[in-house]
C-alpha cells in the first residue's frame, strides 16, 4: 500500500487554478497531471471533498490518480468562504 500524503509522486503538473463562478465568485482547485511522454489527452477524474474542505488527504488522493494516469481535479468548496 502507497504511503499517504507522499509528496515525490511522479506527476507532471501540479498547480493551484481559480475557476470563476457564474455568480462572480472564485472556486480554488488543485489540477493534478500525469507524469506520461505525450501531453493526452488524457481520462479525468473530479476529486470532490468531504465538509473539512481541500486538505493534505484529498489532494493526496488527486496526485494518486494522477500517477494512475488520470487528469485529476480538485476544487475546495470551501475556498469561497475563505
Same mark, same amino acid.
Not at 2 to 14: E, G, K, M, S
Not at 36 to 39: G, I, R, S
Not at 49 to 52: F, G, M, P, S
Given at each position: 500500500?502507497? *504511503?499517504? &500524503?507522499?509528496? /515525490?509522486?511522479? #506527476? *507532471?503538473? #501540479?498547480q493551484h487554478i481559480v475557476v470563476p463562478m457564474p455568480d $462572480? #465568485?472564485? +472556486?480554488g482547485?488543485? +489540477?493534478y497531471m500525469p507524469d506520461?511522454? /505525450? /501531453?493526452g489527452p488524457f481520462p479525468a477524474v473530479l476529486v470532490i471533498?468531504? &465538509? *473539512?474542505g481541500l486538505n493534505p488527504h484529498i489532494e493526496d488522493v488527486a496526485r494518486r490518480a494522477? #500517477?494512475? $494516469?488520470? +487528469?485529476? +481535479?480538485?476544487p475546495?468548496?470551501?475556498s469561497p468562504v475563505g
Open positions: 500500500m502507497a *504511503r499517504q &500524503n507522499q509528496t /515525490d509522486y511522479p #506527476v *507532471r503538473i #501540479v $462572480g #465568485v472564485q +472556486l482547485a488543485m +489540477l506520461a511522454p /505525450d /501531453d471533498h468531504e &465538509n *473539512r494522477a #500517477v494512475a $494516469g488520470f +487528469l485529476a +481535479l480538485a475546495d468548496g470551501l
